[in-house]
């Protein structure tokens, strides 16, 4: 299912060569570090502007590393320019960033369990197990560890484009300082970033357009909780709705939680 409003333009290498090295770039460049590992409120308050101004903001990043969840989030924070300086010492890079993020943590458990999935203290110390441990991949249980360290709240759409993951930093306040972006999984389980952050208007057009899943583990409630209505609304939504035949409701919700099943 295509969102027209979200543009699916890939991201093209002849586009990076402004970045690269030159004498001329360099001068443009800058690098952003948080010494105790802490986000202070201004960098809070500044992540987009992170993004290179010349980046087109209809284009998608697609990191070149393995673990390209991570890099998407870290681009997010430290900007495009700064991920570019990053050469062969990416792994270390990458260790040294999520040391940070378990000192925060650390310090912060509460942000951790003031996300909107429900942290348990054995999950906390899987979480906190792997930011220090090295990873072929991250998981999506550390990147609520990532949203809290930057302060930024991420949807995840998936390959087919019919439901999305919501990782909000906060799920009691509405901070307008944390904003949210949009990342793309694709059929090898690669991430892409969407460089521009989105509107509350965008959020409630995207909810409107995919099925947002509860939880990655357990993407749907139990079946009493639909009314027939509403996984009516829901096949319809994701284009697996035939009018002309009449669906059991035990029908319907086994069709959609078969076409929304988070593959981890």
């Known amino acids: ?27 443009k460049m800058f690098m952003q570090s948080s010494d105790d590992g802490a986000v202070d409120e201004t960098n809070k308050k500044n992540v987009d502007s992170n993004i290179d101004s010349s ?12 673990d390209s969840l991570f890099w998407c989030l870290y681009i997010i924070f430290h900007g495009y320019n700064d991920y570019n300086e990053i050469t062969h010492n990416s792994g270390v ?68 484009e019919k439901c999305m993951l919501e990782f909000w930093s906060n799920k009691e306040i509405v901070d307008c300082d944390a904003l949210t972006y949009v990342l793309f999984k694709d059929n090898f389980g690669k991430y892409k970033l969407q460089i521009e952050n989105i509107s509350s208007c965008k959020i409630e057009e995207m909810r409107k357009t995919y099925i947002s899943i509860d939880n990655y583990n357990k993407p749907m409630k139990s079946m009493t ?36 099943t988070w593959t981890v």
């Not at 980046?55 to 393995?66: A, E, L, M, R």
């Not at 009314?227 to 939504?237: D, H, N, P, Y």
């Open 55 to 66: 980046v087109d903001k209809t284009d998608f990043i697609c990191p070149k590393q393995h």
């Open 225 to 260: 909780t639909f009314k027939v209505e509403e996984l009516e609304a829901f096949a319809r939504k994701i284009k697996i709705y035939d009018e002309t035949k009449k669906y059991k409701k035990s029908e319907l919700y086994e069709m959609i939680n078969k076409e929304c």
């Open 93 to 160: 890079k990458e260790l040294e960033e999520k040391r940070k993020i378990y000192d925060f943590v650390k310090d912060n458990i509460y942000k951790l369990k003031n996300t909107n999935y429900k942290v348990t203290n054995i999950l906390t110390q899987e979480i906190m197990s792997e930011l220090i441990t090295v990873q072929k991949e991250t998981s999506l249980n550390v990147l609520l560890a990532m949203i809290v360290f930057y302060n930024i709240n991420i949807f995840i759409v998936d390959k087919d």
């Open 1 to 27: 299912m295509n969102n027209p409003n979200i543009s699916m333009k890939p991201f093209e290498i002849s586009t990076a060569y402004k970045y690269m090295l030159t004498k001329e770039n360099k001068q």
